[in-house]
C-alpha cells in the first residue's frame, strides 16, 4: 500500500508529459494527491493519462509552454480552477543542449535559460497567489548536480540550473514569514526524455553529447551506486520519490535547500 500523504493535497506539475515530471504525477497519484500535469506536448499529457489507469479521475491535464508568459498565466489559471486551489508547485520542466562551448549559439544558449530558469520564474510567480492559500504550500524546483560540479559539453544548461538554485534559496527566505517552503532537487544519472533523446517535447529533450566528446571527462560523475540492470542512468521514479517527500507536509521543517539523487556520484 502506498505512503497516502497527498490525501487533499493539489499538486501542479511541469513537465508531467515524461520522464521525471510525469513518474512525479503517477507517485503523487499513487499517494492520494489531485494533480494537474502541465507540459507543452499534448501527445506526452495523453501518454501520463494513460499511465495513470486507476487515478485518472483525479487528473488534469494543462497544455502549456512555461517559456511564454502569456501561457503559463492562462495554464496556472487553469490548473488552479480545475484543481480548487493549490498546495504545492513542480517546476520539472527544462531542455538540455550538450554542445561545445565554442559551437554554442547565441539563441540555443538563451533558449535553455529561457525554458529552465524564466519558465521556472513565471511558474513560480503565477502560482504564489494560489499557494498563500493553500495547505502546507510547497514549491519543488529542478535544479542539477551541473549547477555545483563540473558537467562537460552543458554550459548552458548548467549556468540555468545554477541560476534555479539560487533563486530557490532566495524565495525560501522572502516567503518563510508566510510558511510557503522552497526546494529543490539535483538529479544525476538519471534516465529521462532529456538525457536519452527520446522525448518528444521541447521542454523535456535534447541532443545527446557531440560526436567527437572525449568521455574521459566524465570519469568523475559516474554513479558509485549500482544501476539496476546495469549502465549508469537509475529510473525517474529515483527523483519522484524524493520530490513527493519534498512537496508532501512530512517536510514542513524543510526549506531554501538541495537535495542531490545521483547515486552517490558526486561525494
Given at each position: 500500500m502506498p505512503l497516502q500523504r497527498y490525501l487533499d493535497r493539489r499538486v501542479l506539475i511541469t513537465g508531467?508529459?515524461?520522464?521525471?515530471?510525469?513518474?512525479?504525477?503517477?507517485?503523487?497519484?499513487?499517494?492520494?494527491g489531485r494533480v494537474a500535469a502541465a507540459d507543452i506536448s499534448?501527445?506526452?499529457?495523453?501518454?501520463?493519462?494513460?499511465?495513470?489507469?486507476?487515478?485518472?479521475d483525479?487528473?488534469?491535464?494543462?497544455?502549456?509552454?512555461?517559456?511564454?508568459?502569456?501561457?503559463?498565466?492562462?495554464?496556472?489559471?487553469?490548473?488552479?480552477?480545475?484543481?480548487?486551489?493549490?498546495?504545492?508547485l513542480v517546476n520539472a520542466a527544462g531542455i538540455l543542449r550538450s554542445v561545445h562551448f565554442l559551437e554554442t549559439t547565441l539563441a540555443d544558449f538563451e533558449q535553455v535559460l529561457r525554458i529552465n530558469?524564466?519558465?521556472?520564474?513565471?511558474?513560480?510567480?503565477?502560482?504564489?497567489?494560489?499557494?498563500?492559500?493553500?495547505?502546507?504550500?510547497?514549491?519543488?524546483?529542478?535544479?542539477?548536480t551541473s549547477a555545483a560540479f563540473a558537467h562537460p559539453y552543458m554550459s548552458a544548461y548548467a549556468a540555468s540550473k545554477g541560476g534555479i538554485q539560487a533563486m530557490t534559496h532566495t524565495?525560501?527566505?522572502?516567503?518563510?514569514?508566510?510558511?510557503?517552503r522552497f526546494n529543490s532537487v539535483q538529479p544525476g544519472?538519471?534516465?529521462?526524455g532529456m538525457t536519452d533523446g527520446t522525448g518528444e517535447s521541447k521542454q523535456s529533450i535534447g541532443?545527446?553529447?557531440?560526436d567527437d566528446a572525449d568521455f574521459?571527462?566524465?570519469?568523475?560523475?559516474?554513479?558509485?551506486?549500482?544501476?539496476?540492470?546495469?549502465?549508469?542512468?537509475?529510473?525517474?521514479?529515483?527523483?519522484?520519490a524524493v520530490v513527493a517527500m519534498l512537496a508532501s507536509s512530512d517536510a514542513y521543517f524543510v526549506t531554501g535547500t538541495e537535495v542531490r539523487v545521483d547515486g552517490g556520484t558526486h561525494m
Open positions: 508531467g508529459g515524461s520522464g521525471i515530471g510525469q513518474a512525479t504525477v503517477l507517485r503523487i497519484l499513487d499517494e492520494g499534448e501527445s506526452g499529457l495523453k501518454d501520463t493519462v494513460a499511465r495513470a489507469e486507476a487515478n485518472r483525479r487528473l488534469t491535464t494543462v497544455v502549456l509552454d512555461v517559456s511564454s508568459e502569456d501561457s503559463v498565466k492562462q495554464g496556472v489559471a487553469q490548473a488552479v480552477e480545475a484543481l480548487g486551489g493549490l498546495d504545492a530558469l524564466i519558465g521556472t520564474f513565471l511558474m513560480t510567480r503565477e502560482a504564489i497567489p494560489a499557494l498563500r492559500t493553500g495547505t502546507d504550500p510547497a514549491v519543488v524546483n529542478f535544479s542539477s524565495l525560501a527566505l522572502e516567503f518563510a514569514k508566510e510558511r510557503i544519472s538519471i534516465s529521462s541532443p545527446g553529447l557531440p574521459s571527462l566524465f570519469g568523475k560523475i559516474m554513479p558509485t551506486l549500482p544501476v539496476d540492470g546495469g549502465g549508469m542512468f537509475a529510473k525517474p521514479d529515483a527523483v519522484a
